[in-house]
């Protein structure tokens, strides 16, 4: 099993800059792709971005130029990352973090709120 936290959400101003976080851990082996999802109020998870095991790329057209998605190892911890630049009102929801394993079985974290004030 996989084991998703995120951190770094927040209240910005518009314009403003945040750096979201996932920790994961447990049989952190069999992750292949993972990714960033948001839920605003009254409206569907949506993904933003995702990255897979090579390093490949891929991001909602809303957010392209403006978010970059990473990742990386630290002992026994992978580590997911989204920086968030340029941010609107509009990105106000809930981010949550996913991984998939080889096994197509998929984990979410709890999510962190961010809100980017007008």
């Known amino acids: 099993q996989v084991q998703l936290v995120e951190s770094g959400g927040g209240l910005v101003q518009a314009g403003g800059s945040l750096r979201l976080s996932c920790a994961a851990s447990?049989?952190?082996?069999?992750?292949?792709?993972m990714g960033w999802y948001r839920q605003a109020p009254g409206k569907q998870r949506e993904l933003v971005a995702a990255?897979?095991?090579?390093?490949?790329?891929?991001?909602a057209d809303s957010v392209k130029g403006r978010f970059t998605i990473s990742r990386d190892n630290a002992k026994n911890t992978l580590y997911l990352h989204l920086q968030m630049n340029s941010l609107k009102p509009e990105y106000t929801a809930v981010y949550y973090c996913?991984?998939?394993?080889?096994?197509?079985?998929?984990?979410w974290g709890r999510g962190t709120q961010v809100t980017v004030s007008s």
């Open positions: 447990g049989d952190i082996v069999s992750i292949t792709d």
């Open positions: 996913n991984a998939r394993t080889w096994t197509w079985v998929r984990s």
């Open positions: 990255i897979t095991s090579g390093g490949s790329t891929n991001y």
